[in-house]
């Protein structure tokens, strides 16, 4: 059973169709990816995924259970917490308070398991644990990035969604990033991620689908799309 399943998904703003009749599943232990150029459609499918926009058409099961209609924090309680696209971090808070604001949804916050995670994620991003104290505003992009990450992962997830985790970072920031998703998977949590930097995501896709204004136009692994003539030609500047 997969962990997450999108059924006929259709979301409008209005009279625009930002997602029309999506179809796709991502299996447990995952990196799946959605490609797509901008206005595609892509932070909608995760801000419905989450709960932050209501489902026109459709059916979202999740860890079995179908979540369509369930409020945001009680998706992020049954382990589907979202990094969102321009990291939407609390810039008036430390990087703690972050933290602990990802964990929100958690009742064991005195316990072990949550110092674990704590340090889990300090672990993964050093350079928040250097910055613990700092007020997240004044950090910059690339740290940003780390910490909505963080904060995400503090949810103890079963399933992150990354919006745009590589967007707007130098490319030495966009490689660690990217090695810190590779992470994430090899940790166990599953990761579903959209990304305009198709070739890396593509590269370590288990699955990938392209969107094209709302509808999914291909489907295949990572490796079968990024070897895909027209993919190429669109998304990755004609090489690999
Ligand atoms: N808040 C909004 N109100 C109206 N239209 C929106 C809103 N957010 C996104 N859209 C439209 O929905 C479509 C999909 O947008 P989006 O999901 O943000 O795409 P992507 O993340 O792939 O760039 C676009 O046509 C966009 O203009
Ligand atoms: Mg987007």
């Known amino acids: 059973m997969p962990l997450l399943e999108v059924q006929g998904l259709c979301v409008n703003y209005g009279h625009i169709e930002a ?3 999506i179809t796709f599943d991502v299996e447990e232990g995952s990196i799946s990816t ?15 995924i989450s709960g932050l ?11 079995g259970r179908d979540i369509t209609g369930l409020p945001p924090y009680e998706r992020v309680k049954m382990g589907l917490s979202q990094s969102p ?9 430390t990087v703690r308070e972050n933290l602990e604001m990802g964990a929100y949804v958690r009742t064991d916050t005195k316990t072990a398991a949550y110092k674990a995670d ?14 613990v104290s700092q007020v997240a505003g004044t950090m910059s992009g690339g740290e940003q990035q780390m910490l909505a990450m963080g904060r995400a992962l503090m949810a103890r997830p079963k399933l992150v ?3 745009e985790p590589s967007m707007g970072l130098a490319p030495k920031l966009i490689a660690q990033i990217f090695s810190i ?6 940790q166990g949590t ?5 990304e305009q930097n198709a070739a890396q995501a593509l590269k370590r896709a288990d699955s990938a689908h392209i969107l094209e204004t709302g509808s999914i136009v291909r489907s295949g692994t990572g490796a079968e799309l990024a070897k895909d003539g027209s993919v190429k030609a669109a998304y990755l500047g004609g090489d690999l």
């Not at 959605?34 to 419905?48: F, V």
């Not at 599953?190 to 959209?194: F, G, N, S």
């Open 19 to 21: 997602v029309r009749d």
């Open 34 to 48: 959605l490609i797509g150029a901008n206005g595609a459609g892509k932070t909608t499918t995760l801000k419905t």
């Open 53 to 63: 926009r209501p489902v026109r058409a459709g059916k979202i099961v999740f860890d």
């Open 85 to 93: 696209e321009g990291r939407g971090i609390f810039p008036g808070m």
């Open 118 to 131: 704590l340090d889990r994620v300090f672990e993964l991003f050093p350079r928040l644990l250097e910055r």
């Open 161 to 163: 969604l990354l919006d």
């Open 181 to 186: 998703i590779d992470e994430i998977k090899a």
């Open 190 to 194: 599953t990761v579903l991620l959209v």
